[in-house]
């Protein structure tokens, strides 16, 4: 198999980058055709990707504002920035979090909010309320709080209890499952779950290496990932799967999997299209939602993660 080569894989992030850029609105947003459904979802994931890379600064620098100016009273933030001031999202607040604290802003206020969230069980809720409450709790939430505190070196006093929950949740097959709110895939609460393990050194733990298994053992004999629901409706792309599956493995990469993730890097450098983004396909559930953002920015990161396991051999 041809080994995907360097100056291939800058190129293509060059080219999310711009993608990223020429989405941005006036207001500092980017998301597509200014579309406000999602805006401060769409410009977190972008900011976080942005962020490293210091010449789109200022692109950067006037999404952070808009974040800012999007923050609620109690300091959490929502999907969007048309919900009401008593609504939340609880994967949304931390991303936010990350993406100031990088970007020298202090979340203190942030942080103190996500913590008092915490159920006495460990896990956190989603605090959304469309959401079912069956669901209010999915892996993936309790996923985004403790990787973000564990990114900004936060001390937790209930980690452990967190983690309990966490790994009681994963399933059988090695996954934490799906639900069609949740992107309608088990790679996405996989990329996010993984990454919290491996940042509490559990990269070792049976946990993680079943959840690395999963993604290996489903991936379609032509280096992309798919739903295991085959049943296509307005869903999110193969390209988007596919980059959060890829991110998930080169959390850390194994040389045990560079087949694999070869193959996958190949495959999605494949379908980026001419303007540099990647088709994010459709959120379930949210007619016309598109997912081009999202699916660019953890696309370029997945290829920024490969491209520096490159340098490192």
Known sequence: MKEPEQKDVLKSIERGLEFLKNQQNHNGSICLNNDKTWDIWDTVHAVITLINFPSYK???????????????????FHVSSIYKDNQYCMETTPLCAYALHATKHKVNDIIDFIIKKQNNDGYWESGIPEIYDKYQNFPSVTGQVIRTLLKLNHEIDDIDKAIEWLIKKQKIDGSWGSFFVYYDSPYYPLHVILEALYLNNMKDNVC????????????NKDGFWVSLDQKERDKPSPEHRTSLALYSLLIAPS????????????????????????????????????????ATSISILALKKYEQSIKEN
């Open 58 to 76: 200022e692109t950067t620098d006037r999404s952070v504002d808009f974040l800012l100016e999007n923050q609620r009273p109690d300091n959490a």
């Open 208 to 219: 993680f290496k079943n959840g690395i298994d999963f993604i290996i053992n489903t991936q």
């Open 255 to 294: 040389d045990d999997h560079l087949e694999q993730i070869n193959k996958g890097i190949n495959w999605l450098e494949s379908k980026q299209k001419q303007d540099g983004r990647w088709d994010g396909g459709y959120f379930v559930g949210w007619p016309g939602k598109k997912e081009d953002i999202y």
